[in-house]
T-cell receptor, first 113, second 110 residues
């Protein structure tokens, strides 16, 4: 009964380093999303995918890349981390048909020094 | 561009009180509206989803209403409990995407 799993849970990077955040869902959902949450700004959509092999930009895509090579996985990459990317990152998924509820992972807390 | 506002930003009430959280939005062309709960350091959990054609949804002590014409939704919590303490977020679904409000942080004291 895993749902949406995010790895890692915490990470500290130095400016300029790169990393990949992994999101995995076991509900056979078509749609997957990456958000960032910052104090006073709510959740903002970074990128999303409506199916395997597809990706699209959200509200704040700059500095991030994504890939959806397998239906169950959605990867978020930071090629050259900046302090402005310090945030809590959430992945979510939903069916795409019928039920429209989004299911969220527990989040990844990222600090860029 | 859809803008979602939640008022108040924070609310503190004694246990047992009935309370209302507010959500307002600027674009009524929505597919649905969802209310989420977020506990500190955790992800979001969906509480209620109201389809665009519906006026309200109920789950236990929670009741959410939707008035598209006025661009408003309310979340009513009856007989509040300390376990209800959390941040509550509303989110509007447009084409393929959710737009979130900034949330109301609720504290229910024993």
């Amino acid at each position: 009964n895993a749902g949406v799993t995010q790895t890692p849970k915490f990470r500290v990077l130095k400016t300029g380093q790169s990393m990949t955040l992994l999101c995995a869902q076991d509900m056979n959902h078509e749609y997957m999303y990456w958000y960032r949450q910052d104090p006073g700004m709510g959740l903002r959509l970074i990128h999303y995918s409506v199916g395997e092999g597809t990706t699209a930009k959200g509200e704040v895509p700059d500095g991030y890349n994504v890939s959806r090579l397998k239906k169950q996985n959605f990867l978020l990459g930071l090629e050259s981390a900046a302090p402005s990317q310090t945030s809590v990152y959430f992945c979510a998924s939903r069916s795409g048909t019928g039920e429209n509820i989004q299911y969220f992972g527990a989040g990844t807390r990222l600090s860029v020094l | 561009k859809q803008e979602v506002t939640q008022i108040p930003a924070a609310l503190s009430v004694p246990e047992g009180e009935n309370l209302v959280l507010n959500c307002s939005f600027t674009d009524s062309a929505i597919y649905n509206l969802q209310w989420f709960r977020q506990d500190p350091g955790k992800g979001l959990t969906s509480l209620l989803l109201i389809q665009s054609s519906q006026r309200e949804q109920t789950s236990g002590r929670l009741n959410a209403s939707l008035d598209k014409s006025s661009g408003r939704s309310t979340l009513y919590i009856a007989a509040s409990q300390p376990g209800d303490s959390a941040t509550y977020l509303c989110a509007l679904e447009g084409f393929q995407k959710l737009v979130f409000g900034t949330g109301t942080r609720l504290l229910v004291s024993p």
